[in-house]
């Protein structure tokens, strides 16, 4: 994507492209004698509907870059991270202000950036075909936590359950963090790291809890989300109970509302939560370990598993990428090459070099290495077929 916008700033630069409705003069931007201060983005006009942490963060960056970004926000409430604290630097939270630097708050621009659940934009006419039809020009990211489609796309998607349901939090044990906003604590507020194990210095609740058979991590980063949750547990009474009314009250009586919370989830399994959270908007996934991570109908869904045909160990699996595109579809896996396996072949076919010419570099080769290794003998004459040119010189 980087590189996409990196073009889309230079044509800008140069007058090549210009938006809906601008005139056809030359774009000059910058004095020519401050192109060398010029970032690799500048030109380029984000509209950034992302709230949170993973859109905040990705159009930070891009704003760093020298993109212009344009920060949307929900009417009169705003971004759900200003209310996540303490630390708060007057009304300010130090996690808002700790992936939102280089924005402007609202057009033309070249880029739309978002990271609302599957649908939710296209319900409002800002889906990725409403936006096409209309400004084909700009580049639209979509930021989601399981992925456009498949059966868990509608999950909401915050980092400490993407580190459970994806094996990491199985891996690491209980310590997961974020070093973004954590850094910011100290340095805005000056407020020193704590271990926090799975949860969240900021936000309450947001963590593992113990269930009859398992874990499960259950986050409610708003108020409406807290109400949902405790609606779920069969504790509506704690909704509006004067000490948990807002997320920096449930901060401050962090311990009674956990020992609340904890006890009613280790009254029943794991997949008796699961089934009741779904559909709730809340994020939630339980800790998996390897196995239960493959067997994720999402994972499957997606593609994350690539099989390919090794000529030494026959068929192997391995985690394939993460990163598709709606219009490119990934080719049959190669499997990672053996050693030495293509030498003669890009010697010959890449850089031209002659038969004789590529015998007498793999004969060099071949005594490099049993000088360096003299116990390799047997299995650099057992690779002869790697190669063939040998047989001849």
């Known amino acids: 994507m980087l590189a996409t916008l990196a073009r889309v700033a230079t044509l800008r630069r140069t007058g090549l492209l210009s938006g809906p409705g601008s005139r056809r003069e030359l774009w000059t931007g910058r004095p020519q004698s401050d192109t060398d201060n010029m970032k690799p983005l500048e030109g380029v006009k984000i509209l950034d509907l992302t709230r949170v ?11 760093d870059l020298g993109a212009e970004v344009i920060k949307v926000e929900r009417p009169g409430a705003g971004d759900d991270t200003r209310t996540w604290g303490p630390p708060f630097v007057g009304t300010e939270s130090t996690y808002f202000l700790s992936v939102n630097r280089n924005k402007k708050l609202a057009a033309i621009c070249d880029v739309f950036v978002e990271n609302y659940v599957p649908g939710k934009l296209s319900a409002l006419g800002l889906g990725y075909a409403d936006i096409d039809r209309i400004a084909p020009h700009v580049v639209y990211c979509s930021i989601t936590g399981y992925g456009q489609t498949g059966p868990l796309c509608q999950r909401a998607g915050y980092d400490a359950v993407a580190s459970a349901v994806s094996g990491l939090m199985h891996i690491t044990g209980p310590e997961v963090a974020c070093l973004t906003q954590v850094a910011a604590n100290y340095l805005i507020a000056r407020k020193e790291a704590k271990r926090w194990g799975t949860a969240h210095g900021s936000i309450v609740p947001y963590q593992a809890f113990k269930t009859k058979d398992g874990y499960l991590v259950v986050g409610a980063g708003n108020n409406l989300q807290f109400a949902t949750l405790c609606k779920i ?16 009250l449930r901060v401050q009586n962090r311990k009674e509302l956990i020992r609340i919370l904890s006890a009613r989830f280790e009254e029943a399994m794991t997949s008796e939560w699961l089934h009741r959270f779904e559909g709730s908007g809340i994020p939630y996934g339980p800790i998996n370990n390897m196995k239960n991570v493959f067997a994720e109908p999402q994972v499957l869904h997606n593609g994350l598993v690539m099989e390919m045909k090794h000529p030494t160990v026959g068929k192997i699996s391995v985690p394939g990428p993460a990163v598709r595109y709606s219009k490119f579809k990934m080719s049959e896996a190669r499997p990672p090459p053996l050693l030495g396996q293509h030498t003669t072949y ?7 070099y002659d038969d004789k010419a590529i015998g007498l570099i793999l004969q060099i080769m071949i005594l490099k290495a049993l000088r360096e290794n003299p116990s390799s003998r047997l299995n650099i004459l057992s690779r002869s077929s790697v190669f063939p040119h040998t047989a001849h010189h």
């Open 53 to 63: 942490l993973a859109g905040p963060f990705a159009t930070m960056n891009l704003g």
């Open 233 to 248: 547990m069969n504790v509506p009474e704690l909704i509006d109970d004067c000490k948990y009314k807002t997320n920096h």
């Open 346 to 352: 890009i010697l010959k076919e890449v850089l031209r």
